[in-house]
């Protein structure tokens, strides 16, 4: 089992970034997904997380701004980040979940500057 995240970096304040997340090694379709970040001296927090019915929903500090979406044709999870701001900064981690399984990808910097 594995879930591998890309697209984190470093940009300025309003930017935009596109996080990847491609599972392999369970059926994909079945599970819950979200992301989740963590900032230094903080704890991991959701971010945004799509139910196994596909209903979506998102922490109140990044409403409007971030998308999350899942391709299962092609095993994959996303989240478009737009509008970032310096507080947006962490790590982010992808997650899988269904009945009592629950996967992690290893973490993709995503560093704001004002």
């Known amino acids: 089992v594995q879930l591998v995240e890309s697209g984190g970096g470093s940009v300025q304040a309003g930017g935009s970034l596109r996080l990847s997340c491609a599972a392999s090694?369970?059926?994909?379709?079945?599970?819950?997904i979200g992301w989740f970040r963590q900032a230094p001296g903080k704890e991991r927090e959701g971010v945004a997380q799509?139910?196994?019915?596909?209903?979506?929903s998102y922490v109140d500090s990044v409403k409007g701004r971030f998308t999350i979406s899942r391709d299962n044709a092609k095993n994959t999870m996303y989240l478009q980040m737009n509008s970032l701001k310096p507080e947006d900064t962490a790590v982010y981690y992808c997650?899988?979940?269904?009945?009592?399984?629950?996967?992690w990808g290893q973490g993709t910097q995503v560093t704001v500057s004002s």
């Open positions: 997650n899988a979940r269904y009945l009592g399984n629950n996967y």
């Open positions: 799509v139910a196994r019915g596909g209903s979506t």
């Open positions: 090694g369970f059926i994909f379709d079945d599970y819950a």
